[in-house]
């Protein structure tokens, strides 16, 4: 049985995907911008805009069930590779006390041209 979560983001509806979905002990979190709950752009620092990443990705992992406990990879992808220290000090904050595998990539572009970082994650329940 595969469940499906989403977040309201307007790209969700637009692109037609979900921002979480569950199979089994798995949650697959997607592509996730830093978005504020009315659509608009994070404002701020690249800091900022992956603390906001972030949360709506955990928000999404335990909306079907999981928690930051159960996250065992993150993709990370950023417009700058000089935002690389900033960003993995947001990622240290958040997994100091259960660090999954990580990889972090610089891309050309985002959706908008405003983020300056995207990020994916995928969890593991326990059995």
């Given at each position: ?23 089994g002990?798995r ?20 800091a ?6 972030f949360?709506l ?16 990879r ?14 993995g ?9 259960n ?29």
């Amino acid at each position: 049985m595969v469940e499906r979560g989403f977040s309201g983001s307007p790209f969700e509806r637009q692109f037609g995907f979900a921002r979480a979905l569950r199979t089994g002990n798995r949650i697959l979190v997607a592509g996730t911008g830093p978005v504020e709950d009315d659509g608009s752009s994070t404002p701020g620092d690249v800091a900022v805009q992956a603390e906001r990443c972030f949360t709506l990705a955990l928000k999404a992992i335990e909306r079907l069930g999981g928690s930051a406990s159960d996250i065992v990879r993150t993709r990370m992808f950023l417009t700058d590779p000089a935002d690389q220290d900033a960003v993995g000090a947001v990622h240290a904050r958040f997994f100091a006390d259960n660090p999954p595998v990580a990889t972090m990539v610089g891309v050309a572009w985002l959706c908008r041209p405003e983020w300056k970082v995207e990020i994916e994650a995928e969890a593991v329940l326990p059995a």
